[in-house]
């Protein structure tokens, strides 16, 4: 019977995100477009893109978890797919700037006319066209992750190896932006954006569209990341992650599954990055910082590996200490972050989300085994119900 | 020899296996027909594992054919290619998906597709569930079945992990010291499981412990620093002197 009960601990928690998200979703561009900017509760624009920017890093927390904690793959490099979704985003918004910019090229960017390029490189074209430049917002980093993970998973490197290549990974595509002849305007990035299908990408509105999306886009991932974990295959993933070799003697070609999971998870973090772009309204270099990858292992580890909604959690959590850290003491925040980091792994190693679980699991247990007398003489439950409910126990 | 390969299920010829420069195995043959329980035994560090290892694609030999059923060449082949081919394997130390319950860990190893997509939209069937049922009683697990296999005693985890090799469905199992830490009842029900099994299928069972190679009644092997000292009857090679010195007489 208690398998009964953790069903819907695991329920709760995953109705617990989406009324908070819904909520949030209504809450948060009510208090900004209706109530007056005068009136105590207000929600000033700046604090719509504040939090639209925590749930992008939600979602980035969310893909991390899913290869992380359900597969054991430590990914210390999913800022660099996080960052290509962005770009693709940003070269859509470049190419919706059109005339406007400040050279008054109608199709070329600011910086590409700054370098005396005569046209558009292949690479740019299409961009301007909305559901092209959507397309490849999951594609890029889908197909990057492909080709990444169908090598390393396949010539079986794991753990540290597979972290460090990661890092690699990141640092060289942080290089190579940073190059001016790659087309992506060095340095400085893509920025000074205009609008967002024909919306002025500064309005309130806009603002508080693009906050609702980053919600749905959230409420879309956990739901997929739920299904996923939730499926047979989820549990081959917690096989490959207790026991890969295992496994592999059960007849699965593990390196398959994980370069499936490592592909979506590359795709939804592509996802973030895209809703990240036009609500900071620049895209450098900078997203593709080795730090930046292990910020998120942080939130994750914070909010709870492995439990999904821990992950969302730890992401707005953390980002919102940064917020307030860093405007106190800016130097010091990879001091605190690090502080962070070693202080959840000492004294709460399954993150916030987890030891809820964890003590709720125990205290259930505890009751059941109180109630047992009262089980023993309840009658017995039809065979294939009870059957289906222990299936789905460990959803 | 081309009639009594195609005929065996096993075949293993002349295999070598070193590890810088230590030959783990040196020029082992071993036929196992269609059929049959075999019982290997040797002192440690005989090879056994190892033969365990080159057979399910873990280890390559460096010399040597190992065929399936006549025409499969297990040198080639991966772990999971190996295993839906058919051959199953139970390893020395006990290894069962810890945070998967009982339950979740026979369905994991049941017979059925093995594709990323298959097992993405998969359910249970209710004749998966029966056969579910059905091992979790042959292993004495039924009651267990909702615990974390974490929290398994050894010899019950011994035991799922002979079920979890009967789920797969396979014509050859190889089983590696099953009944190590088990008490004297549960090894004697664990020797008549394997006779039970074998009636349908083809086992080789490495242990020992001679009470349960002596239960199981079935030819036995030796093997000693990674080749074949003997074979025969357990009574046979018991009174064979070269395996009472290096083995028995210990
Ligand atoms: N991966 C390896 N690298 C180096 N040496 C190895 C490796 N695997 C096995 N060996 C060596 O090969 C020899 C045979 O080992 P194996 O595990 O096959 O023995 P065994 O017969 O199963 O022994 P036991 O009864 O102790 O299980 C041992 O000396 C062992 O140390
Ligand atoms: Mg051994």
Redesign the interface.
């Known amino acids: 019977m208690i398998f009964h009960r953790l069903k819907h601990i695991s329920w709760d928690l995953a109705l617990g995100v989406y009324v908070t998200l819904l909520v949030l979703a209504i809450a948060v561009p009510f208090f900004n477009l209706v109530v007056p900017e005068g009136s105590a509760f207000h929600l000033s624009t700046y604090m719509v893109t504040l939090l639209g920017k925590y749930m992008c890093y939600a979602l980035l927390a969310l893909a991390l978890d899913l290869v992380w904690g359900y597969c054991g793959i430590l990914s210390l490099g999913h800022g660099a797919f996080f960052a290509l979704g962005g770009y693709a985003m940003g070269m859509y918004l470049m190419r919706m700037i059109g005339p406007r910019g400040v050279y008054g090229d109608p199709v070329l960017p600011d910086f590409m006319v700054f370098l005396n390029w005569k046209e558009l490189p292949w690479y740019w074209l299409g961009f301007d066209i909305f559901p092209f430049a959507m397309l490849m917002v999951v594609l890029v980093p889908g197909i990057l992750a492909f080709a990444f993970g169908y090598l390393a998973f396949r010539s079986r490197v794991t753990g540290v190896y597979f972290s460090i290549i990661t890092q690699a990974l990141t640092f060289a595509l942080l290089l190579a932006f940073f190059r001016n002849d790659m087309g992506f305007g060095g340095n400085n990035g893509l920025t000074d954006f205009k609008d967002i299908l024909g919306f002025d990408i500064q309005s309130d509105a806009t603002r508080s569209g693009l906050f609702i999306v980053t919600i749905a886009a959230l409420a879309a991932g956990f739901a997929i990341c739920r299904a996923i974990v939730g499926s047979k295959l989820g549990k081959v993933l917690l096989a490959v992650r207790d026991a890969e070799s295992r496994t592999r003697f059960l007849g699965y070609r593990t390196d398959r599954y994980k370069l499936f999971v490592w592909v979506v998870s590359a795709c939804l973090a592509g996802v973030a990055g895209a809703l990240y772009v036009p609500q900071v309204g620049i895209i450098n270099p900078s997203e593709f910082a080795p730090a930046n990858s292990i910020e998120a292992v942080v939130w994750v580890a914070v909010g709870g590996r492995g439990t999904l909604a821990g992950a969302i959690l730890g992401g707005v959590l953390v980002n919102i200490f940064k917020t307030w850290f860093t405007g106190a003491l800016p130097e010091f925040w990879l001091f605190a972050l690090g502080a962070l980091f070693v202080l959840v792994t000492l004294l709460l190693p399954r993150g916030i989300i987890g030891t809820a679980l964890h003590y709720r699991e125990k205290h259930l247990e505890k009751k059941a085994s109180e109630d047992n007398a009262f089980d023993e003489i309840a009658p017995e439950q039809p065979h294939d119900e009870a059957q289906e409910e222990l299936e789905r126990a460990g959803a | 020899m081309t009639l009594e390969l195609s005929r065996s299920l096993l075949y293993l010829d002349d295999i070598t296996v070193s590890f810088d420069g230590f030959k783990a195995l040196n020029a082992l043959s071993l036929l196992i027909e269609p059929g049959e329980m075999r019982a290997i035994i040797g002192p440690n560090g005989a090879g056994k594992t190892t033969m365990m290892d080159v057979i ?1 694609g ?1 280890t390559r030999p460096d010399e040597g054919s190992a065929m399936f059923a006549g025409r499969h060449d297990l040198t080639s082949m ?3 290619r190996i ?2 081919l058919g051959i ?2 139970k ?1 020395q130390k006990p ?7 009982v ?2 860990n026979l ?3 049941l017979k059925d597709s ?3 997509f298959g ?6 069937s209710a004749s998966q ?1 029966e056969a579910i049922e059905e091992l979790l009683e042959t292993v004495h697990l039924t009651d267990a ?2 615990a974390m296999a974490a929290n398994l005693s050894h010899g019950q985890k011994q035991w799922l992990e002979i079920g ?1 090799l009967l789920a ?1 469905d396979p014509q050859l199992l190889l089983v590696d010291e099953p009944v190590a830490g088990m008490t004297d009842a549960e090894t004697a029900q664990t020797a008549q499981l394997l006779r039970k099994i074998n009636e349908t299928r083809s086992v080789v069972v490495v242990e020992h412990d001679m009470t349960f190679v002596r239960d199981l009644d079935v030819k036995v092997t030796v093997l000693h620093e990674g080749s074949v000292l003997a074979d025969g009857s357990l009574d046979h090679i018991s009174s064979n002197e070269r395996v009472i010195e290096v083995y028995l007489g210990r």
Not at chain 2, 95 to 101: A, D, I, K, L, P
Not at chain 2, 119 to 124: A, E, N, P, R
């Open positions: 399910t873990k991966d772990e999971a295993a839906n199953g394997r390893f290894t069962v998906f810890e945070s998967h319950t339950w979740d369905l994991l190893a093995r594709g990323v097992t993405l939209f998969s359910s249970t569930k079945s909702m979890m797969q």
